[in-house]
């Protein structure tokens, strides 16, 4: 962050300002050539930025929605109608918001799956890795509050059952969900306070964003490799390779996203949303959006005869309820930990086969958690539940700390630029003898 | 004025008790009155008085045949109302010598055998039980069954299977007259 102060730009305008405010330094220490990356970033180091662009999407559609919506349980149902019918370019804007929140969550997934397999949460980015946790659990915030505003009946009953959530919490629960409503259901107080906190959230998120990304730039992008730059041999500057790279993403990230937006804008929504919020009628099967599914299910495996509740000291302590939604509000803080659960010192899994393995399980059972949170609580999908959430705790608290610490991992190239000469030798040595064996590595 | 200057340890004032003390004193001012500075800005999102003033409601009950049922709307809630037939009352009073997740007798839950009055929220996350129009599902124990993670009610409105912890709360009530009731 520290500013160049010897700096000289051409333009003496420029240098004007630089001189009072060095602010063109910060930018090219930031984003420019003078921001030196590994050169050996595949396109999973591509979300970082879809991220934000994505942020940036979210902030200008919503301000724009705001605009033309009514906060009121009597209208906010028809003013999002007359969004869609009667506003110029209405349904379009509604429908980049509504779809941005769905791309928004697929990109920080995949995100966060990228640093769980290169392992960027170890030292020195712990903090880095946490504040990322801490955006999401903002996010998750963001659209739920969001999601409520439309006042559909998804929006109605989702907000019911989620807000419920903390009547679990004992002697005090109660309380604490009158005091989040405003009344004694969710209704028009609950609306308006979920606008007003749904409108300043994303201002929170980007000042998450704003330290994550100072915490990155302290020691730097990790890489698939995870070997830290030794050498200039081993970077090179952010302009314009990656952010020519970033750019390529971009595009293509877009003609996924409008593709959603104009071919399948409710492809990610629920029909029962377009049905106006009625307080006396509960509609056969809520489900949260996509991106809750595996919490949702996490939430949902904790019953009475769950062996993880009933067999263990939990259900001493604890409702079965309780501990259901404790267990889901563990499942994301958990990762907070994972700097410190993983005890390896090699981090990419490229590396760790053991670890590798285990990752992919790891990854389908998250899926399969998706998807159980999708089905109605009834028959094998209870205990296809209860199997996938008690692996996903297993998986943190016990197969990551122990096979960290009990597997040997392979040595990794002694440097970044070591193992991207190593490839290109390969690459082209394949491409001149197609016939031969692959080379062994000689050096 | 000079022997201020003399650095520390010369002669050194023994002024720790009093300067933890003050230390403490200020501070927990301080933080009795950032506490006191905060209790608005949380307590306004309570509930505010339009909100509580919300009346009572009364029912008449004349209309409601034997086993019929109706929901009535009480501070933005449905309440249940249901006219029981003695088969109903039957079963809930048998029930009452089981061990239940929440035990409750059927007596403690009614005033009149006849007339069961319930909130009619699921107290697992709040979602409104069928079975309070015919042809809905009542559950296992034929009284109401909560879809949204399936929780099964009883003719008394008793939890019996399911992740809801408790019973359907019953609100307070009192009969007007034979067939009127007072909600709230
Ligand atoms: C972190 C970024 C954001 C996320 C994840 C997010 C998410 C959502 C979601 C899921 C909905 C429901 C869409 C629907 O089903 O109709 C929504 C609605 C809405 N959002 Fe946002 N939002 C974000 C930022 C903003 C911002 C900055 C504003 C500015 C005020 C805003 C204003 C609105 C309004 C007015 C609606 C209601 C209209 C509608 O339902 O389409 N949002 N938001
Ligand atoms: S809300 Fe009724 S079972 Fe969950």
Redesign the interface.
């Given at each position: 962050m520290s500013s160049n102060a010897s700096k000289a730009f051409k333009n003496p305008v420029v240098n004007w300002i630089e001189y009072r405010l060095p602010i063109f330094s910060f930018v090219d220490n930031s984003l420019g050539s003078q921001y030196p990356t590994p050169k050996n970033l595949n396109y999973f180091w591509n979300f970082g930025s879809l991220a934000g662009i994505t942020l940036g999407i979210m902030i200008v559609s919503g301000i724009v929605l705001a605009m033309h919506y009514t906060a009121h349980v009597d209208h906010a149902f028809d003013s999002v109608e007359r969004i869609m019918r009667d506003v110029n370019y209405g349904w379009l804007i509604r429908y980049i918001h509504m779809n941005g929140a769905s791309m928004f969550f697929i990109v920080i997934y995949i995100h966060m799956f990228r640093g769980l397999y290169y392992g960027s949460y170890h030292a020195p980015r712990e903090i880095l890795w946490m504040l990322g946790v801490l955006i999401l659990l903002a996010m998750m915030a963001t659209a739920f509050m969001g999601y409520v505003l439309p006042w559909g009946q998804m929006s109605f009953w989702g907000a019911t059952v989620i807000t419920n959530l903390f009547s679990a919490i004992p002697i005090v629960g109660d309380d604490i969900v009158t005091l989040l409503w405003g009344g004694f259901s969710v209704d028009n107080p609950t609306l308006s306070r979920f606008f007003s906190l749904h409108y300043l959230m994303p201002f929170v998120i980007v000042g998450l964003v704003v330290l994550h990304i100072w915490a990155l730039h302290v020691h730097g992008s990790n890489n698939p490799i995870g070997i830290d730059a030794k050498t200039d041999q081993d970077t090179i500057g952010f302009h314009p390779y990656y952010t020519a790279k970033d750019l390529f993403g971009f595009g293509a990230f877009m003609t996924f996203f409008m593709f959603f937006v104009f071919f399948a804008p409710n492809f990610f929504g629920e029909p029962d949303n377009y049905i106006e919020a009625d307080s006396l009628v509960t509609p056969a099967h809520i489900v949260p959006e996509w991106y809750f599914l595996p919490f949702y299910a996490i939430l949902r495996a904790f019953t009475a005869d769950f062996f993880l509740y009933a067999f263990t000291p939990i259900s001493w302590i604890m409702s079965a309820k309780l501990a259901g939604v404790l267990a889901m509000f563990a499942s994301i803080l958990l990762l907070l930990g994972m700097p410190w659960l993983d005890g390896s010192k090699v981090k990419s899994s490229q590396f760790r086969p053991l670890f590798r393995m285990f990752y992919w399980l790891f990854f389908v059972n998250c899926i399969v958690l998706g998807i159980v949170g999708g089905k109605p609580a009834e028959g094998v999908w209870i205990y296809i539940g209860q199997a996938t959430t008690t692996y996903y705790f297993a998986h943190l608290l016990f197969i990551v700390p122990l096979i960290s610490r009990l597997e040997r991992p392979a040595a990794p190239p002694d440097s970044i630029s070591a193992a991207v000469t190593a490839k290109a030798k390969k690459v082209s040595l394949d491409r001149f003898n197609p016939a031969e064996p692959a080379m062994a590595p000689g050096e | 004025m000079s022997d201020t200057a003399k650095p520390l340890g010369d002669a050194e004032i023994d002024d720790k008790s009093k300067r933890d003390f003050l230390f403490t004193t200020t501070g927990t001012v301080a933080a009795v009155g950032a506490a006191a500075a905060a209790w608005p800005f949380?307590h306004q999102?309570?509930?505010?008085a339009d909100?509580l003033a919300?009346s009572s409601t009364e029912v008449d009950l004349g209309p409601i045949e034997e086993g019929q049922s109706i929901?009535v709307?009480w501070?933005?809630?449905?309440v249940f109302i249901r006219h029981r037939t003695s088969t109903e009352i039957k079963s809930a009073r048998e029930d009452d010598k089981k061990v239940l997740?929440d035990n409750e007798t059927d007596a403690e839950r009614v005033k009149n055998p006849q007339w069961l009055i319930m909130v009619g929220v699921c107290t697992?996350?709040?979602?409104?039980p069928l079975g309070n129009k015919g042809g809905e599902n009542k559950g296992e124990y034929g009284g109401w069954f909560c879809?949204?993670?399936?929780s099964h009610y009883d003719t008394s409105g008793r939890i019996r299977r399911?992740?809801?912890?408790t019973n359907l709360a019953i609100p307070e009530y009192t009969f007007v007259s034979d067939t009127r009731v007072k909600i709230g």
């Open positions: - | 949380i999102m309570n509930p505010a909100t919300l929901t709307v501070r933005g809630k449905p997740p697992h996350l709040g979602c409104i879809p949204c993670h399936g399911g992740p809801a912890p």
